[in-house]
């Protein structure tokens, strides 16, 4: 986090603290967890390490300790609504012990509520996009795979009414983030927006839902780049006030208006830096005895909308299905669908049947690369979007040697359940993958868990996972560990 939004955030502390010092320390939410890792390959299981916030390394821990304290906003209610103001604040700090050892700290933040906004300062977990956030293999962009990275942002977090009393209601968000020092390039930013719809008041027994996320890497410092013929300024990539222009709005006459000061032949028309995203779309569907969610998840790279129509067959598929009282032994299931083949290498049915052709047809997209940005669509060693586009630069891959396409070419079923028998919760995920090469590579992975109460007051958790296939190093592992709320 920069000294500026640094400053900024102690200003709201000092702020609330002196106009509600009386409570700014009241209601907080404190837990504690321990816990011990074990495999057969000194790798940890993909299941066990996916979407954890990039909290548990690739090599298991003989000890995990994570404490969090969490104050969120007063719900107390006056004449039936939820007060316009609002603070809210969290930490959390992870320490790993073992072959890797760590000490991170996922969470961070200060956020502030007037009516339906929020600004929000620091680092804190979240998932974006349209999908089943409790069971999903992961959302394609942001799945929560990475350890969350410093941002500030101005949001409307929750669906908020615009049209009808609820018939028509938006949520979205616009944000400034850094990336800071990562492999290949250095001292680099995010910009991050989205903006999502829901048509059908919340009571209704069908609710329609679509949106867009755009992601953008861009500025920093990439010493690959200091002997370039790209325009770069001995590494220097594009970061005043006309980039951002440039890359935070993509349109002719933003670009027009606010032309950037170094022109790059990398960006081409993208208008500046790595840009991608998701266009999503979903639906869901009240009955007497279940909830239905049917939701999908188009990927855009090369900073074109249209190539999510080209490539309309990539992306993430997925229905979720949660039962009101429990059938037999279960409360939920998830079934998931993803598909990477495409990238742009040929038209997709939906892209012929319209007569779409991107600019950038038969160039492979390329999802979660990029020519300057060479750390790819990842923060702290970790891919940022679903983790079944696997990363090549760690130890986990048989052969990292292959060409990257290999990694992020993937088909892909996935299938996730959770429930409770007697006094135990259960849950399994579970899918098998093939990824693209000359001959494809299957992979199977798996996690299945339980945990229950000792005393009313101390939550008992174990967890299994396994890796078999020809893409990751093979690996069964377990988990233990001890988590207390109070």
Do not use: C
Not at 17 to 38: C, H, M, P, R, V
Not at 43 to 69: D, E, H, K
Not at 87 to 109: M, T
Not at 141 to 149: D, R, Y
């Amino acid at each position: 986090m920069t000294r500026n939004s640094l400053l900024l955030t102690i200003f709201f502390v000092i702020y609330v603290n002196t106009a509600y010092s009386q409570d700014f320390f009241s209601n907080i939410k404190y837990q504690a967890e321990i816990g011990t890792y074990l495999s057969t390959s000194n790798i940890t299981p993909f299941w066990l390490r996916s979407n954890q916030y990039g909290t548990i390394p690739t090599s298991p821990p003989l000890l995990s300790l994570n404490v969090a304290a969490h104050k969120d906003y007063d719900s107390t209610k006056i004449k039936e609504r939820t007060r316009k103001f609002g603070y809210g604040y969290g930490l959390n700090a992870v320490v790993n012990i073992g072959n890797i050892s760590q000490i991170l700290l996922p969470e961070a933040y200060f956020k502030v509520r007037y009516s339906a906004f929020e600004i929000y300062a620091g680092r804190g977990k979240e998932m974006i996009g349209l999908v089943d956030t409790l069971l999903t293999s992961g959302s394609y962009i942001w799945s929560g795979n990475s350890l969350p990275m410093p941002k500030i942002q101005i949001s409307i977090p929750n669906y908020t009414n615009i049209l009808g009393h609820g018939l028509l209601s938006i949520k979205g968000n616009f944000a400034h983030g850094w990336f800071g020092n990562q492999t290949y390039v250095k001292k680099y930013y995010l910009h991050q927006k989205s903006l999502y719809g829901r048509i059908g008041k919340p009571h209704w027994k069908i609710n329609l839902y679509s949106g867009f996320n755009s992601q953008v890497q861009w500025g920093g410092y990439a010493p690959l780049l200091v002997n370039d013929n790209y325009g770069s300024q001995n590494g220097y990539l594009p970061s005043d006030f006309n980039a951002f222009m440039s890359i935070a709005f993509p349109l002719p006459f933003i670009r027009k208006a606010f032309p950037p000061k170094i022109k790059l032949r990398y960006d081409g028309e993208n208008y500046g830096g790595n840009q991608l995203g998701s266009v999503d779309f979903a639906g869901e569907l009240k009955l007497t005895k279940f909830n239905i969610l049917f939701y999908r998840q188009l990927p855009y790279d090369l900073g074109s909308l249209f190539s999510s129509l080209v490539n309309a067959d990539d992306g993430l598929y997925g229905i979720a299905i949660k039962f009101k009282k429990p059938v037999f032994i279960v409360n939920k299931i998830t079934i998931e669908g993803f598909h990477s083949y495409n990238q742009g290498t040929y038209r997709s049915g939906i892209a012929r049947l319209l007569n779409i052709q991107d600019r950038h047809f038969g160039e492979s997209h390329g999802y979660f690369q990029h020519g300057q940005y060479q750390d790819g669509w990842r923060y702290n060693q970790n891919i940022i979007g679903s983790p079944l586009m696997l990363d090549r630069h760690n130890n986990t891959i048989y052969d990292s040697t292959t060409p990257a396409s290999s990694f992020n070419q993937v088909k892909s079923i996935y299938l996730a359940m959770e429930g409770k028998l007697k006094k135990y919760n259960y849950g399994l995920k579970t899918n098998y993958s093939l990824y693209r090469q000359a001959t494809p590579i299957n992979q199977f992975s798996f996690l299945a868990y339980t945990d229950f109460f000792l005393r009313q007051e101390y939550q008992i958790k174990f967890s299994i996972a396994g890796d078999y296939g020809k893409k990751l190093r093979n690996s069964s592992g377990v988990s233990v560990s001890v988590l207390k709320k109070w």
